[in-house]
């Protein structure tokens, strides 16, 4: 099963109240009844395992901690002096594990041993510490947090307190916290400040704030870095400092794309244990000058309007999109623009490959990009020109709780490509199925004539506003009708956040940041906590 030499610890310890044998491995601990048996010619064998055992990979302990319990032995010398005295040796020792309770939903478990005596205590939690101390686990030490307090339902600050700090206490995380107070204090602070000594940065908030921190780092790596970003053909800097999200926001896609659930405890899990997720950024620039970059949605046309609404609407919480997408749907605008586009070379990789992009995931473990080349340069550039309701750019799945597929299920967090999603003049009850489709877990939202999907690694967008002739079908003289163009411009919605430009380059960066999140994990493969050494999660790490 294991090598002998990756058993750090052996012991025989005290489980509910039965004996266990106990192992630490370098990579896991294992705990179960055990058996002693004896040989052929009588001589007893090593103790070992039946069949069920449990095993937990160290990077899913959150901690190890001395347990205060009062023994037998000391409870009946308590008794009979009729007094209680504390004994000053602790003998029992609590692991606080990861526990999946499903919908990809973590929280924390505590398994409790007590162990022969307090030196044997300490021995433990020496060795289980220093495995989780281990730079291979990359853990944090330090955080930089910050706190929206006006996001989502306002409750920010609150489940900060009450959920996410006793967690980083447990763990051993010292987190220095800001609570925003106004917009773009994130990024601003992230500019101007000394950031040496932290080993990530977080945030309480939605997408919007989760923007705020994308965008702060990658202007301060470059920065730092001497590096022209607004320059697209530049290669650009990969930050030291990772990135996570508590979900305090109204959509948190960003949160429920990498963990799989808007849940604070699950990402404050996910934080923890410090496993990270490449993900891909796209820059947006216009001439000579980058605008922003952006992780997940970049949408022109319907998306674009429906934000814009929906910021008149903010005291309605995370409803008001539904309640801006239904004005907007009722009033149906259309859209024109021309579209350049730097399709990706490999067929098998496309927006309705069926694909999904899981933790581990071999595609973006497996794709190759060939950086420092000239995007700008390449033939293959292709053009769509044309009507549309809707333009969007995906750049990760974008799941949320309107879209539990995504808006692009196919899409990865880092295979180096966007997916433009282009839907074309329709009719509203069209458009409407569409959305619909979105929705729903089981049907292929593309599955339309109007739809059009390309997964691009470039592409370039000019609007076309002004009012022209269009012609029309022959009238019954044979003669051509012409009619003036109502054509309207929109705004994009970049990550949650309004962008006003109208013509833009993007770029993709392929796994420009590190984000804390494992990302999802296929729950088809995952056992219960119960392991005969297959388990996803300990198979996933040998
Ligand atoms: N103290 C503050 N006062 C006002 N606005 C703030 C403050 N702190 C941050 N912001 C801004 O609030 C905006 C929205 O925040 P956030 O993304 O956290 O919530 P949301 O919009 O409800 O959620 P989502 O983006 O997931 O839909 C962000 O653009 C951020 O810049």
Redesign the pocket.
Same mark, same amino acid.
């Given at each position: 099963m294991e090598a002998a030499d990756n058993v750090l610890l052996k012991t025989v310890l005290i489980h509910n109240k039965k004996n266990c044998l106990v192992t630490l491995f370098s990579t896991h601990i294992c705990w179960g009844l055990m058996s002693c048996g004896a040989d052929a010619i009588g001589q007893y064998l090593e103790p070992f395992y039946y069949q069920r055992h449990e095993s937990v990979p160290i990077q899913e302990i959150i901690a190890i901690t001395p347990e205060k319990i009062q023994h037998a032995q000391e409870k009946k010398q308590n008794a009979s002096l009729g007094i209680e005295l504390i004994s000053l040796e602790t003998r029992s020792f609590c692991l606080h594990v990861v526990k999946r309770v499903g919908g990809h939903r973590w929280r924390v478990r505590k398994v409790i041993f007590d162990c022969p005596d307090g030196q044997a205590c300490g021995d433990w939690i020496d060795a289980v510490q220093s495995r989780l101390n281990s730079k291979e686990y990359g853990r944090p030490k330090h955080l930089l947090t910050f706190i929206?307090?006006? %996001? !989502?339902k306002r409750k920010a600050v609150k489940i900060y307190e009450e959920k996410i700090e006793p967690l980083f206490y447990l763990a051993g995380i010292a987190s220095e916290v800001i609570v925003?107070?106004?917009?773009?204090?994130a990024h601003d602070y992230i500019l101007e400040e000394d950031l040496r000594h932290y080993d990530g940065i977080i945030c309480v908030?939605?997408?919007?704030?989760f923007a705020?921190l994308l965008n702060g780092l990658l202007r301060r790596t470059q920065q730092d870095a001497g590096i022209h970003d607004a320059n697209q053909e530049t290669k650009l800097v990969n930050p030291r400092l990772k990135l996570g999200v508590i979900p %305090? !926001?109204?959509?948190?896609a960003v949160v429920y794309t990498t963990c799989g659930i808007n849940d604070p405890v699950t990402s404050a899990l996910h934080i923890i244990i410090g496993e990270t997720v490449g993900v891909d950024v796209c820059s947006i620039h216009q001439e000579n000058q980058i605008l922003r970059y952006c992780v997940s949605m970049l949408a022109y046309g319907y998306f674009g309007d429906v934000l814009i609404d929906s910021e008149k609407h903010r005291w309605m919480g995370p409803k008001r999109y539904d309640w801006s997408g239904f004005k907007r749907w009722c009033k149906k605008f259309v859209y024109e623009a021309e579209i350049s586009y730097l399709e990706c070379p490999d067929t098998r990789h496309h927006p309705r490959d069926g694909s999904r992009c899981f933790a581990g995931c071999e595609i973006c473990n497996s794709i190759q990009h060939s950086e420092g080349e000239s995007l700008y340069s390449d033939d293959k550039w292709q053009t769509f020109q044309g009507r549309f309701i809707s333009f969007q750019s995906i750049t990760m799945p974008c799941r949320c709780d309107l879209s539990p597929n995504g808006v692009s299920p196919s899409q990865h967090l880092s295979n180096g490509y966007t997916d433009l999603i282009i839907a074309k003049e329709c009719s509203q009850v069209d458009f409407l199925r569409h959305m619909w489709r979105v929705k729903s877990k089981t049907t292929d939202q593309f599955d339309f004539d109007f739809v059009e999907v390309h997964r691009v690694k470039a592409f370039k967008f000019r609007p076309i506003l002004e009012d022209g002739e269009d012609e029309e079908n022959d009238d019954s003289n044979g003669r051509q009708r012409l009619r003036t163009r109502q054509l309207r411009a929109s705004s994009w919605n970049c990550d949650?956040?309004v962008l006003t430009e109208g013509f833009i380059d993007v770029k993709v960066h392929h796994q420009l940041i590190k984000l804390f999140a494992r990302n999802i994990e296929d729950e088809r493969q995952l056992k219960t906590d119960f392991c005969e050494t297959s388990c996803y999660s300990c198979s996933a790490r040998r």
């Amino acid at each position: 099963m294991e090598a002998a030499d990756n058993v750090l610890l052996k012991t025989v310890l005290i489980h509910n109240k039965k004996n266990c044998l106990v192992t630490l491995f370098s990579t896991h601990i294992c705990w179960g009844l055990m058996s002693c048996g004896a040989d052929a010619i009588g001589q007893y064998l090593e103790p070992f395992y039946y069949q069920r055992h449990e095993s937990v990979p160290i990077q899913e302990i959150i901690a190890i901690t001395p347990e205060k319990i009062q023994h037998a032995q000391e409870k009946k010398q308590n008794a009979s002096l009729g007094i209680e005295l504390i004994s000053l040796e602790t003998r029992s020792f609590c692991l606080h594990v990861v526990k999946r309770v499903g919908g990809h939903r973590w929280r924390v478990r505590k398994v409790i041993f007590d162990c022969p005596d307090g030196q044997a205590c300490g021995d433990w939690i020496d060795a289980v510490q220093s495995r989780l101390n281990s730079k291979e686990y990359g853990r944090p030490k330090h955080l930089l947090t910050f706190i929206n307090p006006f %996001g !989502g339902k306002r409750k920010a600050v609150k489940i900060y307190e009450e959920k996410i700090e006793p967690l980083f206490y447990l763990a051993g995380i010292a987190s220095e916290v800001i609570v925003t107070e106004r917009a773009n204090h994130a990024h601003d602070y992230i500019l101007e400040e000394d950031l040496r000594h932290y080993d990530g940065i977080i945030c309480v908030g939605g997408d919007g704030m989760f923007a705020e921190l994308l965008n702060g780092l990658l202007r301060r790596t470059q920065q730092d870095a001497g590096i022209h970003d607004a320059n697209q053909e530049t290669k650009l800097v990969n930050p030291r400092l990772k990135l996570g999200v508590i979900p %305090g !926001g109204s959509t948190d896609a960003v949160v429920y794309t990498t963990c799989g659930i808007n849940d604070p405890v699950t990402s404050a899990l996910h934080i923890i244990i410090g496993e990270t997720v490449g993900v891909d950024v796209c820059s947006i620039h216009q001439e000579n000058q980058i605008l922003r970059y952006c992780v997940s949605m970049l949408a022109y046309g319907y998306f674009g309007d429906v934000l814009i609404d929906s910021e008149k609407h903010r005291w309605m919480g995370p409803k008001r999109y539904d309640w801006s997408g239904f004005k907007r749907w009722c009033k149906k605008f259309v859209y024109e623009a021309e579209i350049s586009y730097l399709e990706c070379p490999d067929t098998r990789h496309h927006p309705r490959d069926g694909s999904r992009c899981f933790a581990g995931c071999e595609i973006c473990n497996s794709i190759q990009h060939s950086e420092g080349e000239s995007l700008y340069s390449d033939d293959k550039w292709q053009t769509f020109q044309g009507r549309f309701i809707s333009f969007q750019s995906i750049t990760m799945p974008c799941r949320c709780d309107l879209s539990p597929n995504g808006v692009s299920p196919s899409q990865h967090l880092s295979n180096g490509y966007t997916d433009l999603i282009i839907a074309k003049e329709c009719s509203q009850v069209d458009f409407l199925r569409h959305m619909w489709r979105v929705k729903s877990k089981t049907t292929d939202q593309f599955d339309f004539d109007f739809v059009e999907v390309h997964r691009v690694k470039a592409f370039k967008f000019r609007p076309i506003l002004e009012d022209g002739e269009d012609e029309e079908n022959d009238d019954s003289n044979g003669r051509q009708r012409l009619r003036t163009r109502q054509l309207r411009a929109s705004s994009w919605n970049c990550d949650g956040e309004v962008l006003t430009e109208g013509f833009i380059d993007v770029k993709v960066h392929h796994q420009l940041i590190k984000l804390f999140a494992r990302n999802i994990e296929d729950e088809r493969q995952l056992k219960t906590d119960f392991c005969e050494t297959s388990c996803y999660s300990c198979s996933a790490r040998r």
